[in-house]
């Protein structure tokens, strides 16, 4: 990295309400977004195309009728370096969205939100601060304010609802379990001590921010516990514990979370640029060397087994297609999918009266140079979600809108009445919720009718993933699995 962008000075929010309207609504729903970006890069607006931001909120707030807020929050190391003590502890990103949350609650029936009912909703590292934020922390650690009447610092009580895209706490690159390494590397680089945590943290506290961040250097082809390094932690505070282990306190809110079908496409292509040539194969090797650098905590029978199961299927189909797209699932399903499944089944188990349910978004991506196998990729849905097929036209087709109408319904309805098929809009099917016993998931594109609720997606390989690999031994520190693993009694049927 060779430049940064944006400011530390960057804690804003923006809000949209519905427009076209004679007056002024009351009570109405409030959605707020989390930005994804692997907790380095990324702002609440999101990128421009012709002045049309890729987090404008307009389409949803007036075709769902709710208000919608954006905000940032720190990223890189102004969000979350840490040393993992009391010196730095992180998860000041984390913080900052906590803190947006009670802005919201203050203060949103000034502009005709219900302050109690909201929902917060977010895709990948996004994605994964929605699920910290419903279940992590049993506190923020942030002082109560004083209002009129004493607003609890618990997010408890804070959030209705929650839509978790393609991002959960579970998954293996949602936390940071060796924060004082990347904390030294910054350290080092930016000549601050390294051997004691309170003179190390004193001396990166006075570093310019923009030094602080070009100090940290990516290296996105080592090991795979690298690709992201400053992330939240298991603070003690914020973070209580591992993820796994607070499903119970969990908050009991209505809750959605989903992910893509190709959804670490954009992944594997950086390791496996032959995923997008027709002219180029893909052999054996390859995807056995990529399971391997994934699997490396389970050392040679990890990456073994692993690779026995996900290529069992080319003895019947052994095209170059057959096996591309089992390079993606296998790395959707590690990275994406099974942490997802993990976390909607826990969910579902310990919530009392809320509701569950999930989905699977399979509409193509038509990025260029795309393969036409290619499915939906990691962020495919987010456009569709904030109404860009209406905003730009000219860049969709109308098969675009169709699925823009539906997400739209399907999410603001949500918020409204926590049963996506209930509120404002019409959706084009019933969204039965997902219990344990009969797997149901929405799939999620154009051709959307009654055949779209499906069951128990790819069971078997969650059943790989939570007992078969978890069962293997552990050969050095590095991440496991997907997922923690579970104990017998939080197995998924």
């Known amino acids: 990295m060779l430049n940064t962008g944006g400011s530390e000075d960057c804690l804003y929010l923006n809000i949209w309400v519905p427009q076209g309207q004679k007056e ?135 959030i209705r609802r929650a839509i978790s895209q393609s991002g959960s706490a579970v998954a293996s690159w949602a936390i940071q379990r060796n924060p004082l390494r990347w904390a030294k590397q910054i350290a080092k680089n930016v000549g601050c001590p390294l051997d004691d945590t309170a003179r190390m943290a004193k001396c990166l506290k006075a570093t310019e921010p923009r030094a ?107 095209s170059q297609e057959a096996k591309k797209k089992t390079v993606v699932d296998f790395a959707t399903d590690y990275f994406f999918l099974m942490p997802t499944k993990i976390d909607v089944a826990q969910h579902r188990a310990n919530a009392k009266s809320a509701r569950t349910y999930t989905y699977l978004f399979s509409e193509p991506s038509h990025k260029l140079f795309y393969p036409s196998w290619v499915g939906a990729d990691h962020a495919d849905d987010v456009p569709y979600v904030f109404g860009r097929p209406f905003a730009t036209p000219l860049g969709y087709r109308a098969q675009d809108r169709t699925v823009s109408q539906a997400m739209i319904a399907y999410w603001t309805n949500f918020a409204r009445t926590g049963d996506p098929n209930q509120g404002h809009s019409a959706v084009p099917t019933q969204w039965e919720p997902y219990t344990q016993e009969n797997g149901n998931y929405l799939e999620i594109n154009n051709k959307m009718d009654g055949q779209s609720m499906k069951q128990h997606l790819r069971s078997s390989y969650l059943q790989y993933w939570t007992q078969t690999y978890q069962a293997l031994p552990t050969v050095n520190g590095d991440v496991a699995g997907p997922v923690p693993a579970l104990d017998d009694s939080e197995a998924i049927p």
């Open 212 to 318: 602080l961040t070009l100090a940290h250097k990516d290296n996105p082809f080592g090991k795979a516990s690298d690709v992201l390094a400053l992330l939240p932690v298991i603070d003690g505070d914020f973070i209580p514990d591992d993820p796994i282990n607070l499903f119970a306190n969990m908050t009991d809110i209505d809750y959605i979370a989903g992910t893509n079908n190709m959804d670490a496409h954009f992944l594997v292509r950086l390791f496996v640029p032959a995923v997008d040539f027709d002219l180029l194969t893909i052999t054996g090797k390859d995807f056995y060397n990529f399971v391997s650098w994934i699997t490396i905590a389970k050392g040679p029978r990890g990456a073994n087994a692993t690779f026995d199961f996900y290529t069992a299927p080319w003895a019947q189909d052994s």
């Open 24 to 158: 002024v609504s009351q009570n109405l729903p409030v959605m707020i977004w989390i930005y994804g970006g692997g907790f380095r890069m990324g702002s609440a607006q999101g990128e421009s195309f012709f002045n049309n931001y890729d987090h404008d909120g307009e389409e949803i707030a007036t075709r769902g009728n709710v208000i919608v807020v954006t905000f940032n929050y720190r990223l890189g190391p102004q969000g979350f370096l840490s040393t993992g003590d009391a010196n730095l502890p992180g998860n000041y990103g984390l913080r900052d969205q906590h803190m947006a949350f009670t802005w919201v609650k203050r203060n949103i029936a000034a502009f005709g939100g219900d302050p109690d009912n909201y929902t917060i909703f977010g895709q990948s590292s996004g994605g994964v601060s929605v699920s910290l934020q419903v279940w992590g922390p049993e506190k923020a650690g942030l002082p109560p304010r004083v209002l009129g009447e004493v607003l609890s610092p618990y997010n408890k009580g804070l």
